[in-house]
């Protein structure tokens, strides 16, 4: 695989049964890189490793002399530049095929993550830590990288240092001996300084991510801080979280510093043990000066192969853990009926089941966990007594998995949206959630999304009240010339930081007004918008979507007034079910989370939780006269720019 073949057309099905497994089955995809790496390492540590034969021999035609010894010299002189063209052809290729699976593993890794977020979704960050996720992405792709890059070099190093002890045993036995014990202990020397290391490195990186969450949400909430005069209250806790970080590194770096003192201690050690034999030797007339010489020589270069040991040895133990949370990312799963969907692999990996069910056509949507229908092209408001629970019902409409194993799949007409091929749910049901993100680029960009092509971007903007962001995005351009006055071509910020809440959450909505998918689910789309824009927004949401199936889940009144039927939902189960006014006039539990009415505004001496359980004197209709038969009418204030929702009873 070359660099400009990325990205993989198919990275795989990763081993993530464990970290070793998860790196072995890394490995294994990139053996044709690994071997090119190899070969190209055998030709650059061998060419060094046996530049000392020629210096010995051109040592041993000087100082014997003789009619041959210019021959001698010539010899050694070729040897010595045809080696030297070796180690430099071998250090270039060789960097150039090891950078080359840092690269791609790294790549693989990548894709196979950006693989998992789209499969789970929102849901993703419930299982397992955002800080978690963005470090497997970046800092645990490179100790992977790091490995994968590292084992070639290793190999042909440990090849190398092989060859040149059997090699000095035929050159000169004695010196070889002292050479095969000393290696061996030099290429293990550190090894029990690394879990230490390890640990401590791991503390590091712990407490630096602790800060750095601490940062990001302090830049985020800034802001916020002013209004409250809680800058330095945050900023006091980001020192104190950096100053542990500069603890531990220093905890750590006095470790390494050992590691690298007895990576140049312990090769001294064994060159000192060589010279002092191979005098002695010497003196007894065993050995030649310029075996002396040639041997002395080997022994200081074989210091850089056998680098690679420790270095190795570093690598896997950093990238264990690494490859160790990479791997509990990738095992997360849609949790889908057995019989359907998506299944486990023989290697630990998951893989779609090949009969699955084929999706007809627009339908009914129905969860059997709550209960709750959503008739085919009706607009079906939701309404939650518990946010966090609307999310979830969202998320569970949409297809995401769901948060806990067992639980059925939500239908859509008879096909379990979880056996649906990936795409294909998506493509058919589309969830904006509550904080939706916008990605940078220009508005025409944003809105540039898989679609069925009937409505316009246009349209979509009208319907979702954004003309004063168009303007606003117009008067903000930095660069007008560049956009030609033309709102569609102006630029958003990361994530929309120029915008304000509810700018963004009208963006969102037309982005997904646009998509204009079988189902749409919109979990509360106005929350950050004033009335008066959003009594706009319920009028031109049912009038775009009409004909096609919709749930809004909200206590809004205004987008409760235009639905076609609105669903109660308390306990993770259907209480209620009819048009807004009816249910407000009915159905005090419905009330109460709509209007947010008191106990004592409606005169009911139980409090919500006994309403919700229907424990009030043992009946919903027996002391509740007036409030049961009050109608609540929300509007709009006419007035531009009101912020609230006037509510009127009349009985």
């Known amino acids: 695989m070359r660099i400009r073949d990325l990205p993989f057309t198919d990275p795989g099905i990763p081993d993530v049964r464990s970290g070793p497994r998860f790196l072995y089955w890394l490995g294994r995809r990139q053996w044709s890189g690994q071997l090119r790496a190899l070969g190209w390492g055998l030709l650059n540590f061998g060419s060094l490793s046996a530049l000392p034969y020629p210096v010995g021999i051109a040592v041993g035609a000087v100082s014997d002399g003789g009619d041959g010894a210019g021959r001698r010299l010539v010899l050694a002189g070729l040897l010595l530049l045809l080696l030297g063209a070796g180690v430099a052809l071998g250090d270039v290729m060789l960097h150039r095929a090891a950078m080359t699976n840092w690269i791609t593993a790294a790549a693989r890794i990548q894709q196979l993550l950006i693989r998992k977020s789209a499969e789970l979704g929102s849901t993703l960050t419930r299982r397992v830590a955002a800080g978690e996720v963005v470090a497997v992405s970046t800092g645990d792709v490179e100790k992977i990288g790091w490995f994968v890059e590292a084992l070639s070099r290793f190999t042909a190093a440990a090849l190398t240092v092989v060859l040149v002890c059997v090699g000095l045993f035929f050159y000169e036995p004695h010196l070889a001996l002292v050479v095969a014990i000393g290696a061996p202990v030099v ?23 602790h800060a750095t969450e601490l940062a990001s949400d302090t830049v985020a909430g800034l802001r916020v801080l002013r209004g409250i005069g809680g800058e330095e209250l945050f900023l006091g806790r980001y020192r104190a979280a950096s100053q542990e970080v500069r603890g531990a590194a220093v ?162 007409g008879t096909v379990a949206l979880d056996g649906l091929p990936l795409a294909e749910a998506r493509r058919h049901v589309l969830v904006q959630d509550k904080d939706p993100v916008l990605l940078s680029g220009t508005l025409r960009e944003l809105l540039d999304v898989p679609s069925s092509g009937a409505v316009e971007p246009d349209a979509a903007l009208a319907a979702a009240q954004c003309a004063d962001v168009l303007a606003a995005l117009a008067q903000a351009d930095p660069d007008p010339g560049a956009s030609g ?18 700018q963004r959450q009208r963006l969102a909505l037309a982005r997904s007004l646009v998509a204009d998918p079988d189902v749409l689910v919109l979990d509360e789309p106005t929350s950050a918008v004033d009335a008066h824009t959003e009594s706009r927004i319920a009028g031109g949401l049912a009038a775009l979507r009409a004909g096609r199936t919709t749930v809004v889940l909200t206590s809004s009144p205004l987008l409760l007034d235009v639905a076609d039927r609105v669903v109660l939902v308390l306990g993770d189960s259907v209480v209620a079910e009819g048009e807004h006014r009816e249910l407000l006039a009915a159905e005090p539990r419905y009330r109460a989370v709509v209007t947010r009415e ?54």
Not at 307 to 317: D, L, Q
Request: glycine fraction near 12%.
């Open 187 to 209: 290429a293990l020397s550190v090894l029990p300084l690394l879990p230490p290391s390890v640990r401590r490195a791991d503390v590091q990186r712990e407490k630096a991510g």
């Open 251 to 412: 905890r750590s770096a006095r470790l390494w510093s050992l590691i690298a003192a007895v990576q140049v201690l312990v090769p001294g050690l064994l060159l000192i043990a060589v010279v002092w034999y191979g005098v002695f030797l010497a003196r007894e007339g065993t050995v030649l000066v310029g075996e002396l010489v040639a041997v002395y020589s080997m022994v200081t270069l074989l210091a850089w192969p056998m680098r690679h040991f420790e270095e190795i040895a570093m690598a896997y133990s950093f990238s264990r853990p690494s490859a160790r949370r990479a791997a509990r990312v990738l095992a997360l799963r849609r949790v889908a009926d057995p019989a359907r969907g998506r299944t486990g692999s023989s290697d630990g990996g998951t893989e779609p089941v090949a009969d699955a069910i084929a999706y007809a056509g627009p339908a009914e949507l129905y969860d059997p966990l709550t209960g709750l229908r959503v008739p085919e092209g009706r607009l079906t408001a939701v309404v939650c007594g518990d946010p966090d629970a609307a999310g979830r019902l969202a998320d569970r409409l949409g297809g995401h998995s769901p948060e806990h194993a067992g639980e059925p799949s939500v239908l859509l």
């Open 485 to 502: 006055g033309d709102p569609l071509r102006t630029r958003i910020t990361e994530r929309g930081r120029s915008l304000s809440g509810g």
């Open 598 to 651: 008191t106990d004592e505004e409606r005169g009911d001496p139980g409090t919500l939780r006994e309403v919700e359980a229907g424990l009030v004197n043992g009946s919903e209709g027996e002391g509740h006269g007036a409030a049961a038969s009050a109608v609540v009418t929300a509007r709009a204030d006419e007035l531009p720019g009101q912020d609230t929702v006037r509510i009127e009873e009349t009985a």
